[in-house]
């Protein structure tokens, strides 16, 4: 009996080999635990909201140890100053309190995320011979951080007003659908949910089962598996692969890429959906934008529209004429390469999309749309797709690989090693991975309002097919499931 209690209770405690997942078979107990408290409780408003932050605060603990009381101290800080910048009166105050938020907030994302960074760059200039520190990067801290920071500022300029309850504010930050990976949350969309009445209809049921279900899949079928069969391996050893593989790993991680951090977002708002919460959505089929513009239209929308309003808007944005917009834009793609990551491969990555957003604003400006009007227009958007997909692809080399040289051997092996003749024996040994890329970016293909559809025509959907058709995925995802946990990629960001 006591073996048995020592499992149950390691269990209940941290593991840092197995952190807790939606993909993960001990998330379904904590989600029947917690469903089973929540709906319980659902009629009192401050008790559910407790119960909530309570559990949230065990998921976080679950997926990264004792770093769960940086999100309570981040709540406690962020909180207070937020209130004394709504009551404070002079301005001058108003903007230390602020600064005093940024620079708290910032400096914890800093000290974690870049010293070993910065330790590194000082150590090869000379400057320095200082061991690095290897601090392990709080899972989240980047998402967290940067709710904590427009919040503050929204207060800043009297577009929101702050929360009278800690409890609120706490719940507000540690939401766990989206504590971990995003998406990123406005305080002003999300709390005014708080405590609105619990209701679930049934097209939220349906849809939150089909985000949840399209999530697993994505992940853990077509991402998991293109990576672990394909990009893992070309990315880590490029030379020992011809060009053909690489080039045919650049298209796998497009699509492991967008799979992983989709699907986790798709779970994440399928679950605010059956809790009673909105989450905007995140992605919106990328891979279809014609444009560099409308790439980040639709790629990490949460990511791109923090960007946008609070730090491009706030650099002058457009509004201090066509090169400073060219320049804010590049700084502004800049420093969220550097949000990614703290390697030189991310700020490439930034600065490449940064110089990309420029030029086609530029080409919007001076090239006159009627330029290539000998072209059709369905012949000029598939140019367009082709071209930003290429490019977007090209970018990822550097933000897929481990250092700068793995990205210049990837790259120099799809330039000098193509190797046309062995495209027989290539297709031969991946069939089925090629077979799963074409699956997945079929699926990409699809109209974006097609869930939508779906559900409309099947709207009263008795409970034992969700039962059924949940249990056939399970266990489709066992069959799928690889022996190693793979990590999903944004949780180291």
Request: some cysteine.
């Amino acid at each position: 009996m006591s073996d048995f209690i020592q499992k149950i209770i390691a269990q209940l405690l941290y593991n840092p080999d197995e952190p807790i997942l939606f993909n993960t078979g001990f998330f379904l107990y904590f989600l029947l635990a917690f469903m089973g408290a929540y709906l319980l409780l659902h009629k009192n408003t401050k008790l559910r909201t407790a119960v909530f932050t309570l559990f949230s605060l065990y998921f976080f603990y679950k997926a990264c140890g004792y770093y769960v009381g940086l999100v309570i101290i981040a709540a406690i800080v962020d909180f207070n100053l937020s209130n004394l910048i709504h009551k404070s009166i002079l301005i001058t105050r108003k903007k230390l309190l602020l600064a005093f938020s940024i620079v708290i907030n910032l400096g914890l994302l800093i000290y974690f995320k870049y010293t070993d960074f910065f330790i590194g760059i000082s150590n090869d200039l000379g400057f320095t011979n200082i061991t690095p520190l290897s601090l392990l990067l709080p899972i989240g801290i980047s998402f967290y951080t940067f709710e904590n920071i427009s919040y503050t500022i929204d207060v800043y300029r009297g577009e929101f007003k702050p929360v009278k309850s800690f409890w609120d504010y706490l719940f507000f930050l540690s939401f766990f659908p989206k504590l971990i990976m995003g998406p990123i949350v406005r305080a002003a969309d999300f709390i005014p949910q708080i405590h609105k009445p619990y209701q679930l209809n049934n097209n939220e049921l349906a849809k939150g089962a089909y985000l949840i279900a399209a999530g697993l899949i994505k992940k853990v079928i077509i991402s998991d598996y293109i990576f672990v069969n394909l990009v893992e391996h070309v990315f880590d050893t490029p030379m020992r692969y011809s060009g053909i593989e690489a080039l045919l790993a650049v298209y796998g991680y497009a699509l492991v890429i967008y799979c992983d951090f989709s699907g986790y977002s798709d779970m994440a708002i399928g679950l605010g959906k059956w809790l009673g919460f909105e989450i905007n959505i995140n992605f919106l089929s990328p891979y279809q934008s014609k444009n560099i513009t409308e790439f980040w239209r639709r790629w990490h929308i949460s990511l791109s529209n923090w960007l946008r309003d609070y730090l491009y808007i706030p650099l002058g944005g457009n509004r201090l004429g066509k090169t400073r917009q060219y320049i804010n834009l590049f700084v502004t793609m800049l420093i969220g390469g550097l949000w990614h990551g703290a390697n030189f491969t991310f700020v490439i990555w930034g600065a490449l999309h940064g110089i990309a957003l420029a030029l086609d604003k530029l080409r919007v400006t001076y090239l006159k749309e009627d330029v290539f009007g000998f072209i059709s227009a369905p012949i000029r958007k598939l140019i367009g797709t082709l071209i930003t997909f290429h490019f977007v692809c090209f970018a990822w080399i550097f933000f897929k690989s481990e250092s700068l040289t793995h990205a210049f051997d990837m790259i120099h092996q799809i330039t000098t090693n193509f190797n046309v003749e062995l495209i027989p024996q290539i297709y031969l040994n991946y069939a089925p991975v090629i077979g799963m890329m074409f699956l997945g970016y079929l699926l990409h293909s699809l109209r974006d309002t097609l869930a939508d559809d779906v559900i409309a025509k099947f709207n009263n959907i008795p409970l034992w097919v969700y039962v059924i058709t949940f249990t056939m995925l399970i266990f489709i995802l066992v069959q799928f499931k690889s022996a190693t946990p793979i990590m999903p990629i944004y949780l180291q960001f």
